[in-house]
């Protein structure tokens, strides 16, 4: 238990100290230290893998989901929410959040709708309503396309 309990704490402390890179505006030093965590991780074997290490991975994928977005590498980060959602945590509102957003910068209307409807089935109403600003967008450009869609019908 020990052995899980260490491998815990440094990554939390390793974590934090790449948290600081990142509240400092150094997303290149913070990319590199996250995907360094992650590979570390990755190395750890399946019988010391818990809940609190695998929400630890979450949050580093999260973070460094940040850095990318930061460093306009919206692809890049995709990749890192979409292995939140569909590996470790499929209620983790944020990453639908970023995936949403992503999309509608992108103008992919039907991909950010894909991932609201995904978001609205595995998350809670308190999770989604904390992201008001790209509901409002999501809905309002779910709206504007289905206006059109409609015209067109006619």
Not at 10 to 38: M, P, R, S, W
Not at 74 to 95: G, Q, R, V
Not at 106 to 120: D, F, G, P, Q, V
Request: glycine share 2%; hydrophobic share 35%; with cysteine.
């Amino acid at each position: 238990m020990e052995s899980k309990d260490l491998k815990l704490n440094q990554i939390i402390e390793e974590k934090n100290k790449v948290n600081e890179l990142t509240k400092n505006g150094n997303f290149i030093q913070a990319e590199k230290g996250y995907l360094d965590i992650i590979e570390k991780i990755n190395k750890i074997s399946k019988e010391d893998l818990n809940n609190d290490i695998l929400n630890q991975k979450k949050l580093v994928f999260s973070n460094l989901c940040l850095v990318l977005n930061k460093q306009n590498k919206s692809k890049e980060a995709k990749k890192y929410d979409l292995e939140i959602i569909n590996k470790i945590d499929k209620k983790f509102s944020k990453s639908y959040a970023r995936l949403i957003n992503t999309y509608l910068n992108e103008n992919n209307i039907t991909m950010a709708r894909y991932y609201y409807s995904l978001m609205k089935a595995n998350c809670s109403n308190d999770e989604i309503n904390k992201f008001p600003e790209i509901i409002i967008k999501v809905d309002k450009e779910i709206k504007k396309k289905d206006s059109l869609l409609f015209q067109n019908i006619n």
